[in-house]
């Protein structure tokens, strides 16, 4: 699993079938240590409902086939979930809306 921010969305009208009702979201990977986006950027799948600005679980790959959103989709990127604090070395340095640095 991926750390990322949801930074934008990404819409087309123009795609297979069966990616139609789907929601893409733009993902910018972010540095644990400066809670910063890293400016390396994915298209993900949405399964969970996350909204710009939060903070997501993502993964790649044939993992992102396992939702129920994505399950024979043709995808490489799913949100699988919505973080909502980050502990690390015993201090919260994210907690979702009240982020801290």
Same mark, same amino acid.
């Given at each position: 699993m991926i750390l990322a921010r949801v930074v934008g969305t990404v819409v087309s009208s123009h795609k297979v079938? *069966? +990616?139609?009702?789907?929601?893409?979201? *733009? +993902?910018?990977k972010i540095d644990v240590n400066t809670m910063q986006g890293k400016g390396d950027y994915v298209v993900a799948m949405d399964s969970v409902g996350a909204g710009v600005g939060e903070i997501v679980f993502y993964v790649s790959g044939s993992s992102a086939r396992l939702t129920n959103v994505t399950e024979g989709r043709p995808s490489d990127a799913s949100i699988i979930a919505i973080v909502d604090n980050i502990e690390k070395e015993g201090k919260y340095i994210y907690t979702k809306d009240q982020e801290k640095t």
């Open positions: 079938e *069966l +990616l139609k009702g789907i929601k893409f979201l *733009l +993902l910018d």
